[in-house]
């Protein structure tokens, strides 16, 4: 009763200084973990600090890298070496003019083992990069050297989990050397964090933006409110019944089972855009009866995607079988093919690998319905080209410690999303002997996988990628059956506001229309 009277308290508050001031009011249904990036975080943390930090690089619409902070980025003919120049005018959040002396006292924050900034290993050479010098040429000009060449480096500077390496003031810092509170140069500026109540956010007065119009986490990020108050809901009800009545703006992650009562109401605008995440049915392929190509094969093709997607997403996702995402600029023609049903092949192909029947065991589980519908959806189609397929339905954290020591035959299961599509292949490809994870092990892949990290040049990677898909098709390690989609509530008089690759809800560019 406490949690729901607090809830209570925060929207009256809420709707109350809305109609005095414009405030936009977007849910989260969890308190942030902190405001020091990429160290204590979660995904609301990041979607808040993406508001209040600006690095050299960013995404932009399409999940490729732009510059941000940085109004150009060179790099050597051998690749080791990333010059940025900055932008003129920047300016943080206290009037202070940035220069690159605050990119490398950041950096220096950063890279301290004491911090724990969540993305040290991707940078210090226990990861695929390795930062041997940062320099700065003048008060414009910044020079990373790297220890080999690597296509990830910008992409895990942009990384939202890693707080985009977002650039700070040196007042951020207490005199304790602790972390104090964000002075940058992004759009908005911290105003007050009320715990499990809201998060307010007050216009940077002092922000300077890109021209032209915004582009993901770069471009024209200009604020046309005077505040964004990101409002704890934990409940998926509350957060329903609390736009419907106008005490909220945008809930942008609504369940696809709310979908027609949100359509009910016709001062509710659904937004529903594709996202980075995949839907997937894991194969063990060292098990005696999976380890078979033709039967993991005969399995694809006993399942009718458009009807499964259909079922499982609510008609939000259409079929896509690869591990790039649809949201990915690197999701290109080879990655477009869909396969499809095919009952009578696949009844061959068990014969000729002679499954005669035996179960096989899907695990599952009920937390996620996509996953517990999807196996529900594969059980039935599986059936008719003769798999005996039972499930096994545990709770979440049973199936992810399974997934994780790989104790399975099939799993239904979804990976989060993975922003660069080298790491899309990645986070199911290796050795299993040292991550059992890992459910492909195909040396020529892995090579290729490889060379995907180091080369830079769009179309030589687009090469790459494409090898590697086209031999993870005929492996089958996998099934993917769609990419994931978001579908946000907003309220009529919002304009301006758009889901993205990332998921994650943007507060600049909006307006609130009297």
Known sequence: MKLISMIALALSLSTASAMAEDILRIRLNTDI??????????????????????????????????????????????????????????????????????????????????????????????GVVKVTDVSAKDDKTVVFTLEKPSALFLTTLARPDCGGTGIFHRSSIG?????NEPVTTAPFKLGEWKRNQYIELVKNENYTALPGKPDGMTGNKSVEVDKARFVIIPDESTAKAALIAGDLDINYDVENSDLPEYN?????????????????????????????????????????????????????????????????????PVQQEVVQRDVETAKKLLAEAGYNGQPIKMLTNKRYPPMFNSAIAAQAMAAEAGFNIELEVVDW???????????????????????????????????????????????????????????????????????????FREDVPMVVTYSGVRTSGVRPNVAGYKGWALGQPRAWGVQLKK
Request: charged fraction near 25%; aromatic fraction near 8%; glycine fraction near 6%.
């Open 33 to 126: 973990r902190s405001l020091d990036p990429g160290v204590n975080r979660d995904a609301n943390t990041d979607i808040v600090q993406s508001h209040l930090f600006e690095g050299l690089v960013a995404y932009k619409e399409d999940a490729s890298i732009g510059p941000l902070l940085a109004k150009s980025v060179d790099v050597s003919p051998d690749g080791k070496t990333y010059t940025f120049v900055l932008r003129d005018g920047l300016k943080f959040s206290n009037g202070e003019p940035m220069t690159t002396e605050d990119v490398l006292f950041s950096w220096k924050r950063y890279t301290d083992p004491a911090v724990g900034w969540r993305c040290l290993p991707e940078v210090d050479g226990r």
């Open 175 to 179: 005199a304790d050397g602790q972390w």
């Open 264 to 332: 009910s109401h016709k001062d509710i605008i659904l937004d529903t855009t594709p996202i980075m995440n995949i839907g997937e049915f894991l194969f063990q392929t060292n098990d005696p009866v999976l380890k078979d190509v033709r039967i993991r094969k005969a399995f694809l093709l006993s399942l009718d995607m458009p009807e499964l997607v259909n079922a499982v997403t609510d008609g939000q996702a259409t079929p896509s079988n690869s591990p790039i995402p649809k949201a990915s600029s690197f999701y290109g």
């Open 397 to 471: 954290g049973a199936q992810n410690d399974r997934y994780l020591s790989g104790d399975y035959q099939i799993m239904s299961h979804s990976f989060s999303a993975r922003l660069d599509p080298s790491l899309s292949f990645d986070m199911f490809s290796g050795v299993k002997a040292d991550e059992p994870r890992k459910v492909w092990e195909n040396r020529q892949a892995l090579e290729l996988l490889d060379k995907s990290m180091v080369v830079s040049d769009p179309r030589e990677r687009q090469a790459l990628l494409d090898q590697i898909e086209k031999l």
